[in-house]
């Protein structure tokens, strides 16, 4: 089994900057892709970022060029992938998700994902 924990949401003026975090510890050996989704009221859960263990990353055109996803994984045990959001737009405005998986080639998929965390609120006001 995988934990994901996420912390860094809240609310931000339109233009402004956050910095989400997902710590991921138990089972890492599943944690080969681990991405950021998002959910915004009354729309589908979708793909945002995702960065692989090597380092490889793919990002939504929604937020390529904005945001951008990093991975801490120097320690087996526990690691964390980080999404910074920069000229954050009302449109951001969401639940953001992470998830873990041990396969790449799904990332952009939420099948891809066999972990979740429970989500964290972004808010950007205009």
């Known amino acids: 089994q995988v934990q994901l924990v996420e912390s860094g949401g809240g609310l931000v003026q339109a233009g402004g900057s956050l910095r989400l975090s997902c710590a991921a510890s138990?089972?890492?050996?599943?944690?080969?892709?681990m991405a950021w989704f998002r959910q915004a009221p009354g729309k589908e859960r979708e793909f945002a970022a995702a960065i692989s263990w090597t380092g490889a990353v793919e990002y939504a055109e929604s937020v390529k060029g904005r945001f951008t996803i990093s991975r801490d994984n120097r320690d087996n045990a526990k690691n964390t992938v980080y999404l910074q959001m920069n000229s954050l737009k009302p449109d951001d405005t969401a639940v953001y998700y992470c998830a873990a998986g041990d396969l790449w080639f799904a990332y952009h998929r939420l099948s891809g994902y066999d972990y979740w965390g429970q989500g964290t609120q972004v808010t950007v006001s205009s």
């Open positions: 138990g089972r890492t050996v599943n944690t080969y892709a």
